[in-house]
């Protein structure tokens, strides 16, 4: 089966794709409530809207996660009347504002790119899809204190030879909770929109398996994942969850990992 890698701007167009395939009988429907969160119907609601209970119990992880990490702002020395030290140039030139001051601003790099699967094994429940999507989020919210950031959500599905994979761009300048929280963290993304966009796509002969039948953790699926999605050598690229990932057991210091690397404190 040849892959498909479908790249969406938004996550309302991504829903109004799922939304806009045509009535069959696919698997999609016949997944238990209690496992796959939630009807397509209510999901392609929520996943616009946000889902009160459940953004109320990502903004409480959320706030639990970035209260108890170290801010991240570069500290920068601006020119001020008033500072630590004098700028000799611009003393001698008469210059009001000769004093350095410290301070702290975002820095002008290329915006960071993360690409983060929401790919999880069949054992992971809706609680922990939840915790995990939280801590990406917290992740970004504070990787936009130092540097622009862009979030790309994906799920790594298919077959033997090939994958089935939509690409998702989140918003987060400004970042909309309510909604981002949703498609991030509930399961009913993966588990009703994601599966029954590939269960479209590949005429519903899905048998639930990872892109090109590898554990997302193998080399060559990670080789894989990165140029399906675009990564380059500089993106975050958050692999499909599994039991015991650190997202979930240890996520302040799976963050400040990800922050020592990609934004570490001067």
Avoid at 43 to 54: C, D, K, P, V
Avoid at 228 to 251: N, S
């Amino acid at each position: 089966m040849t892959s498909i890698i479908e790249r969406f701007d938004s996550v309302g167009a991504f829903a109004e794709h799922v939304r806009a395939i045509p009535p069959g009988r696919y698997r999609t429907s016949n997944r238990p409530q209690n496992w796959a969160g939630e009807l397509l119907a209510d999901a392609l609601e929520h996943i616009l809207t946000g889902y009160q209970a459940g953004t109320n119990r990502a903004r409480e992880l959320f706030d639990q996660l970035t209260d108890a990490m170290p801010e991240t702002a570069r500290p920068s020395w601006d020119l001020s009347v008033a500072g630590q030290f004098p700028c000799v140039p611009a003393y001698l030139a008469g210059v009001p504002d000769c004093m350095y001051r410290r301070d702290s601003r975002k820095t002008d790099s290329a915006p960071l790119r993360v690409f983060a699967s929401i790919g999880v094994s069949g054992g992971i429940t809706a609680a922990d899809a939840e915790r995990r999507g939280a801590a990406v989020l917290a992740l970004c919210m504070k990787l936009e204190a130092v540097r622009p950031v862009e979030l790309y959500l994906y799920s790594d599905m298919g077959g033997s030879g090939y994958a089935c994979t939509p690409i998702v761009r989140v918003q987060t300048q400004p970042l909309d909770l309510a909604s981002a929280s949703y498609a991030m963290a509930n399961i009913a993304t993966l588990r009703r929109i994601c599966f029954r966009f590939v269960d479209y796509h590949t005429n519903n002969l899905w048998q639930g398996g990872w892109a090109w039948d590898l554990d997302p953790s193998h080399s060559v699926a990670r080789d894989a994942t990165r140029a399906a999605v675009g990564a380059t050598a500089d993106d975050l690229v958050i692999p499909a969850m599994y039991v015991d990932d650190p997202c979930v057991t240890t996520p302040v210091e799976w963050i400040n990992r990800q922050l020592n690397r990609y934004a570490p404190v001067a």
